[in-house]
């Protein structure tokens, strides 16, 4: 039974590395793996979530390269259950992402989710159109009202993703995350202050009157 993401980061020196660990016989049979080549509800729901992800990208000379990628939530679409896009906003204008998939269509995303200590990667085969190449997905993908100038439409084919375990993942909040858990506190807070207020006004009327 095929194990999509395993069958594309088994290398032979990958194999090579499990044999010395005395690990390969826990990744030589498959069986009970789904093949992660489709999304389902819980990964575009997960997808759907976030603000942010990492995209590594090949260089021409075999380095590898990592860039964050961010926006509003659910910014990165799932269009359907093997194609995401997402737009991508003018940066520092370096364009080494750019570059490197108009080489090499291969990149691998890391989703995070840190507050459910989730994460997600991605293997896809991505393509760069220009917003007029395709109106109907450029219509799909951008959010309206996010400030960012939108210079191309990334498109991206899942060849497989894999889920990890949650371990070593510190839980962080976003700030919205945390005014919200705050909210009733803060609330708390402004009634004190303006009880506070009142008595102290109070007290100076009781102190000017003696
Ligand atoms: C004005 C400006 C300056 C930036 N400077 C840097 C920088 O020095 N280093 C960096 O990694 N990202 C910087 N960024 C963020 C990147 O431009 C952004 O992450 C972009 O997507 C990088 O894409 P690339 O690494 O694929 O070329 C900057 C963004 C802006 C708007």
Redesign the pocket.
Known sequence: MPYGFLDIALTPSVRAAQKSMGADHLWEDFKGHRAYDRFSQNEAAFIAERDSFYMASVSENGWP?V???GGPPGFLKVIDDRTLAFA???????????GNVNADDRVCLFLMDYPRQGRLKIYARVEALALDDDPALTTAVLDEGYRAKVERIFRLRLEAFDWNCAQHITPRFTQPQVEQAMGSVLERIAALESENAALRARLADVGGAS
């Open positions: 390269y860039q964050h990628r991508d906003y003018r940066g520092n204008r370096q364009y080494i992402s750019l």
